[in-house]
């Protein structure tokens, strides 16, 4: 489970079209239509938490 802007999202669940399809320690990946995003996990430094791959 991810929390994202205090929604709580499951695995294969989705979100604004994005699908939850992996969450770890320290970021959490969604997928949609083949574009993947990483949010990686707020650490207070307000620096970018946003990454495409």
Same mark, same amino acid.
């Given at each position: 489970?991810?929390? +994202? &802007? %205090?929604?709580?999202?499951?695995?294969g669940? /989705?979100?604004? %079209?994005? =699908?939850? +399809?992996?969450? &770890?320690? =320290?970021?959490?990946?969604?997928? $949609?239509? $083949?574009? =993947?995003? $990483?949010?990686m996990? &707020? &650490? %207070? /430094?307000?620096?970018?938490?946003? /990454?495409?791959?």
């Open positions: 489970m991810a929390n +994202v &802007d %205090g929604k709580i999202i499951k695995l669940e /989705t979100l604004n %079209g994005y =699908r939850l +399809v992996k969450v &770890d320690e =320290r970021s959490a990946v969604f997928v $949609k239509n $083949k574009q =993947r995003k $990483k949010l996990i &707020d &650490d %207070g /430094t307000n620096k970018q938490n946003e /990454t495409n791959y």
